[in-house]
């Protein structure tokens, strides 16, 4: 059998990322606030990560299209801003 099409298009599909949900924002934000405590500015992001496995411990940024969670907290500009620090 030979394919004697040659306009099939043979690239792979690029994967569709999820799109961030109402309640994956809610849970972002809370585990900033828990994060935060009482500080106010801006959090590291190992203490955000570390509240956001308390919250929900089957969490995973991959679910929503992200390797990292920097990657996803700057997908969602409007509701975070995130700054890296140089040591």
Do not use: M, W
Request: charged residues 25%; negative net charge.
């Amino acid at each position: 059998l030979e394919n004697i099409d040659t306009d099939v298009d043979t690239a792979k599909p690029t994967p569709v990322q999820p799109k961030p949900t109402a309640k994956l924002a809610k849970l972002l934000y809370s585990a900033v606030q828990q994060a935060a405590g009482e500080n106010e500015g801006f959090v590291p992001l190992s203490q955000v990560g570390n509240k956001l496995y308390a919250l929900q411990p089957d969490f995973d940024c991959r679910n929503y299209g992200h390797k990292l969670l920097s990657d996803l907290f700057k997908s969602l500009p409007q509701q975070f801003e995130v700054e890296r620090q140089n040591k």
